[in-house]
Nanobody, 121 residues
Framework: QVQLVESGGGLVQAGGSLRLSCVAS????????MGWFRQAPGKEREFVAA????????LYAESVKGRFTISRDNAKNTVNLQMNSLKREDTAVYYC??????????????WGQGTQVTVSS
């Protein structure tokens, strides 16, 4: 059974930082593209960032480029999202995802339960 378990969410002031982590189990981690999506209240789910199997290539949404950094540790089955210079509009539930290819949300086979990130002004 595949499980993706996120941690690291919380409440932070605008301009602050948070680091999200996701530990995967039940799959061959290095075979999967890992990523993060988010969903704010009343809004559609949106792509945040993704990283390829070896970690060589990363992809970011324009809204987070230069502020967020995705990384992975295949030895620990972990993917991280370092979020700096947080803005109120970053407030959302953040989901860890795993898939065999890059793509839209439907391309990812597995999703975590989500972790809440709230940015206050």
């Amino acid at each position: 059974q595949v499980q993706l378990v996120e941690s690291g969410g919380g409440l932070v002031q605008a301009g602050g930082s948070l680091r999200l982590s996701c530990v995967a189990s039940g799959l061959t981690f290095s075979n999967y593209v890992m990523g993060w999506f988010r969903q704010a209240p009343g809004k559609e789910r949106e792509f945040v960032a993704a990283i390829t199997w070896s970690g060589v290539r990363t992809l970011y949404a324009e809204s987070v480029k230069g502020r967020f950094t995705i990384s992975r540790d295949n030895a620990k089955n972990t993917v991280n999202l370092q979020m700096n210079s947080l803005k109120r509009e970053d407030t959302a539930v953040y989901y860890c995802v795993a898939g065999l290819e890059y793509g839209p949300a439907a391309a990812y086979d597995y999703w975590g339960q989500g972790t809440q990130v709230t940015v206050s002004s």
